[in-house]
């Protein structure tokens, strides 16, 4: 059992980890996020399977279409959804990110179906048993690529110019793009990147949690709740809450009952942000004045 | 003046047009179809107007019902929406003055029309909802009728099964966290009960859980020889893949929610051996109601074989309701609902049907025509529904 609930944990936390990293990106560079991570998530998985099993096409090819779909997807939310707002001053990116989200949902219903699908995985064929607990190797994978990806991000944010745009953006915008930085530029790659890294979640997952229209919303929630405790400004804040969160859900699955799962897991965000409402990772609230 | 003269005019050619149009050719007998035919459950509605058309089609080719009356469907769509489905029950009444109406899958839609028959005094004919209450309802006089499963009987064949031919006595339960699971919990502990059967665990998912092999771990710890499943497609499958995950093959026995929908999309051979009740299969030999429905399904619908019939139940079911709605109407010699729903009540002629001979199949007391003798049992092989015998 405790094998079992080790294995399963960190497989869903590191994709709350990859999702939650999204917000952060936006955040940082924009102190705006895209609500509908969840949706960018079951879009991620939707287009891959219409490549890969609908139009029979090779998976790196699909791999790839899914990568182009979901950066212009990032970029259409930056456009339409969040700059208009995000110029204007006003938080009213919130409301209409969560529409976006809301629209994409119901265009997957009317073209992809409301049922679910499963997503062929060489990887989910057989599972490995091992001491009483079976896991597929696609649960193992999930966390690798997860916490790799998460690494790549770091190096991008710190070691190349991208990174030092968006340092820059988020320190001051005015400034930045004083400085001859192209500030809607740089918030709209922020965001690509952010819905790419939903979509790579949404496809490892697919061959776990099947295809379906709905499958990213609670994904997107909890990620979000995964931002909330290590702190939405902190990358590795996130990262280790992401883990954290996949086990302690685990754990309390195995060991109380699936129905406490959800009660503990929002029970910890808002124990989190009376206790340090920046995060666990982020540095203590400041005021800005 | 001259202008109400003319109105006056038109107003009398209108009636005199609806006078001669109801002597040329004699009003059709309309029956009403509420059910989800669109969304996640739009196969079941389908299959459902499948049956009761081509039952329609033979009763209209042998020249209708009270003297050369046609049958005529109208369909209304209840989004699996409980409030939605007592606006279409009304509109099919009172509007479209449909005689009888068909129901859906959903439980919990038919249970919020129940009130609504006996106030419009139409009956009603579920084809698949299984919910206990909907046809106990505790009204008198009854307007539902329903010639489909009923949770109580299932989880009586079910529990039969389990204990009498496979042999187990452990059983680990597998609910889902709804109505539906509840009402089957309430029914699987009175008939295992009276087995003499507890089961050594129960435990519950929710929709669109990701893994269940928490809840089997627990069952497998608690010592489960088989496990009890009431599930719909999606969660089934998430049950079937969890149980390949951890290893345990556990012998399954399930409600029927997993005949629906993609189950064996989703699973492939995992959900080999898992065995499930139906009212019935289209496998196998079959009767000549079968036979010439599986012929109208190919000529009408395109349906290839007995492995393409979508959501076969609901087919098998609404044909039956249909034939044995249209027998009622022509002993009430009326399609007032009060006298068909009496007629339905008393039917005095044998009906040799798809499913079963009916004799007499509702009474005061009792309206589910079909009950747990009825049932079959099936089990996935290779992705296909294959009978299994019970003895």
């Given at each position: 059992?405790?094998?079992?609930?080790?294995?399963?944990?960190?497989?869903?936390g590191?994709?709350?980890?990859?999702?939650?990293?999204?917000y952060?990106?936006?955040?940082?560079?924009?102190?705006?996020?895209?609500?509908?991570?969840?949706?960018?998530v079951?879009?991620?998985?939707?287009?891959a399977?219409?490549?890969?099993?609908?139009?029979?096409?090779?998976?790196?090819?699909?791999?790839?279409?899914?990568?182009?779909?979901?950066?212009?997807?990032?970029?259409?939310?930056?456009?339409?959804?969040?700059r208009?707002?995000?110029?204007?001053?006003?938080?009213?990116?919130?409301?209409s990110?969560?529409?976006?989200?809301?629209?994409?949902?119901?265009?997957?219903?009317?073209?992809?179906?409301?049922?679910?699908r499963?997503?062929?995985?060489?990887?989910t064929?057989?599972?490995?048993?091992?001491?009483?607990?079976?896991?597929y190797?696609?649960?193992?994978?999930?966390?690798i690529?997860?916490?790799?990806?998460?690494a790549?991000?770091?190096?991008?944010?710190?070691?190349?110019?991208w990174?030092?745009?968006?340092?820059?953006?988020?320190?001051?915008a005015?400034?930045?793009?004083?400085?001859?930085i192209?500030?809607?530029?740089?918030?709209?790659?922020?965001?690509?990147?952010?819905?790419?890294?939903?979509?790579?979640?949404?496809?490892?997952l697919?061959?776990?949690?099947?295809?379906?229209?709905?499958?990213?919303?609670?994904?997107?929630?909890?990620?979000?709740?995964?931002?909330?405790?290590?702190?939405?400004?902190?990358?590795?804040?996130?990262?280790?809450?992401?883990l954290?969160?996949?086990?302690?859900?685990?754990?309390?699955?195995?060991?109380?009952?699936?129905?406490?799962?959800?009660?503990?897991?929002?029970?910890?965000?808002?124990?989190?942000?009376?206790?340090?409402?920046?995060?666990?990772?982020?540095?203590?609230?400041?005021?800005r004045? | 003046?001259r202008?109400?003269?003319?109105?006056?005019?038109?107003?009398?050619?209108?009636a005199a047009?609806?006078?001669?149009?109801?002597?040329?050719s004699?009003?059709?007998?309309?029956?009403?179809?509420?059910?989800?035919?669109?969304?996640?459950?739009?196969?079941?509605?389908?299959?459902?107007?499948?049956?009761?058309?081509?039952?329609?089609?033979?009763?209209?080719?042998?020249?209708?019902?009270?003297?050369?009356?046609?049958?005529?469907?109208?369909?209304?769509?209840?989004?699996?929406?409980?409030?939605?489905?007592?606006?279409?029950?009304?509109e099919?009444?009172?509007?479209?003055?449909?005689?009888?109406?068909?129901?859906?899958?959903?439980?919990?839609?038919?249970?919020?029309?129940?009130?609504?028959?006996?106030?419009?005094?139409?009956?009603?004919?579920?084809?698949?909802?299984?919910?206990?209450?909907?046809?106990?309802?505790?009204?008198?006089?009854?307007?539902?009728?329903?010639?489909?499963?009923?949770?109580?009987?299932?989880?009586?064949?079910?529990?039969r099964?389990?204990?009498?031919?496979?042999?187990?006595?452990?059983?680990?339960?597998?609910?889902?966290?709804?109505?539906w699971?509840?009402?089957?919990?309430?029914?699987?502990?009175?008939?295992?009960?009276?087995?003499?059967?507890?089961?050594?665990?129960?435990?519950?998912?929710?929709?669109?859980?990701?893994?269940?092999?928490?809840q089997?771990?627990?069952?497998?710890?608690?010592?489960?020889?088989?496990?009890?499943?009431?599930?719909?497609?999606?969660?089934?499958?998430?049950?079937?893949?969890?149980?390949a995950?951890?290893?345990?093959?556990?012998?399954m026995?399930?409600?029927?929610?997993?005949?629906?929908?993609?189950?064996?999309?989703?699973?492939?051979d995992?959900?080999?051996?898992?065995?499930?009740?139906?009212t019935?299969?289209f496998?196998g030999k079959?009767?000549?109601?079968?036979?010439?429905?599986?012929?109208?399904?190919?000529?009408?619908?395109?349906?290839?074989?007995?492995?393409?019939?979508i959501?076969?139940?609901?087919?098998?079911?609404?044909?039956?309701?249909?034939h044995?709605?249209?027998?009622a109407?022509?002993?009430?010699?009326?399609?007032?609902?009060?006298?068909?729903?009496?007629?339905?009540e008393?039917?005095?002629?044998?009906y040799?049907?798809?499913?079963?001979?009916?004799?007499?199949?509702?009474?005061?007391?009792?309206?589910?025509?079909?009950?747990?003798?009825?049932?079959?049992m099936?089990?996935w092989?290779?992705?296909?529904?294959?009978?299994?015998?019970?003895?």
């Amino acid at each position: 059992m405790l094998l079992q609930l080790v294995v399963s944990g960190p497989a869903l936390g590191s994709m709350y980890g990859l999702v939650a990293l999204g917000y952060h990106i936006t955040w940082v560079t924009s102190r705006t996020m895209n609500f509908s991570q969840g949706h960018a998530v079951m879009a991620g998985a939707v287009v891959a399977y219409a490549a890969y099993v609908g139009l029979g096409w090779p998976l790196p090819a699909a791999l790839l279409l899914m990568l182009v779909a979901l950066a212009l997807f990032g970029m259409l939310v930056e456009r339409v959804a969040v700059r208009p707002f995000f110029l204007a001053g006003s938080p009213a990116w919130l409301l209409s990110t969560i529409a976006l989200g809301i629209i994409a949902e119901n265009v997957a219903m009317l073209s992809f179906g409301k049922d679910a699908r499963a997503f062929p995985s060489a990887l989910t064929r057989k599972p490995i048993l091992l001491g009483g607990a079976g896991f597929y190797p696609q649960e193992l994978l999930i966390p690798i690529v997860g916490l790799a990806l998460m690494a790549l991000v770091q190096v991008l944010y710190h070691r190349t110019r991208w990174g030092k745009q968006w340092k820059a953006v988020a320190w001051n915008a005015e400034a930045a793009g004083l400085m001859g930085i192209n500030v809607p530029r740089a918030v709209m790659a922020a965001y690509a990147l952010s819905a790419l890294l939903a979509g790579v979640a949404g496809v490892l997952l697919a061959p776990i949690l099947n295809v379906a229209p709905t499958m990213g919303t609670i994904i997107g929630l909890k990620a979000f709740a995964v931002a909330i405790i290590g702190g939405l400004t902190s990358a590795p804040g996130i990262i280790v809450a992401g883990l954290g969160y996949g086990l302690i859900e685990s754990f309390v699955a195995g060991y109380v009952s699936t129905g406490a799962r959800e009660i503990v897991g929002f029970a910890l965000v808002i124990l989190v942000l009376v206790m340090r409402p920046g995060g666990l990772g982020g540095a203590p609230a400041t005021r800005r004045v | 003046m001259r202008r109400l003269a003319c109105l006056g005019l038109a107003l009398l050619a209108l009636a005199a047009l609806t006078v001669s149009v109801g002597a040329q050719s004699k009003e059709p007998i309309k029956i009403g179809l509420a059910a989800a035919v669109s969304g996640g459950s739009a196969a079941s509605g389908e299959a459902i107007k499948r049956g009761i058309q081509i039952a329609m089609d033979e009763v209209n080719a042998k020249g209708g019902l009270l003297g050369g009356r046609k049958l005529e469907m109208v369909i209304r769509d209840d989004e699996g929406n409980p409030a939605k489905g007592v606006t279409i029950a009304r509109e099919l009444v009172e509007r479209e003055k449909a005689t009888v109406v068909f129901g859906g899958l959903h439980t919990t839609v038919a249970l919020a029309q129940v009130p609504v028959w006996a106030e419009l005094k139409t009956p009603y004919m579920g084809a698949w909802a299984a919910g206990t209450n909907i046809t106990r309802n505790g009204q008198t006089p009854n307007f539902v009728f329903r010639v489909s499963a009923n949770d109580d009987y299932v989880d009586k064949y079910l529990a039969r099964y389990a204990v009498d031919v496979m042999r187990k006595g452990k059983p680990g339960l597998l609910l889902e966290n709804t109505a539906w699971g509840q009402s089957n919990e309430t029914g699987l502990g009175k008939w295992l009960g009276d087995k003499k059967v507890k089961p050594v665990g129960i435990e519950k998912f929710n929709w669109n859980d990701p893994d269940m092999s928490p809840q089997l771990l627990r069952l497998k710890g608690a010592g489960a020889d088989h496990v009890i499943l009431v599930a719909n497609a999606p969660e089934g499958a998430q049950v079937v893949k969890s149980r390949a995950k951890i290893g345990w093959e556990v012998p399954m026995i399930s409600h029927w929610g997993i005949s629906g929908g993609r189950f064996a999309e989703l699973t492939g051979d995992l959900s080999d051996g898992v065995v499930f009740v139906q009212t019935y299969s289209f496998f196998g030999k079959q009767n000549e109601r079968g036979q010439a429905l599986l012929k109208a399904l190919r000529e009408k619908y395109n349906v290839k074989g007995p492995e393409d019939v979508i959501a076969p139940v609901g087919t098998a079911n609404a044909y039956d309701g249909m034939h044995l709605v249209a027998l009622a109407i022509e002993q009430a010699g009326s399609t007032e609902g009060a006298k068909v729903r009496d007629a339905l009540e008393s039917l005095k002629s044998e009906y040799k049907g798809l499913i079963k001979t009916y004799k007499q199949p509702f009474t005061a007391e009792q309206h589910d025509a079909l009950t747990d003798a009825d049932y079959v049992m099936v089990v996935w092989k290779h992705g296909k529904i294959v009978p299994v015998d019970v003895k």
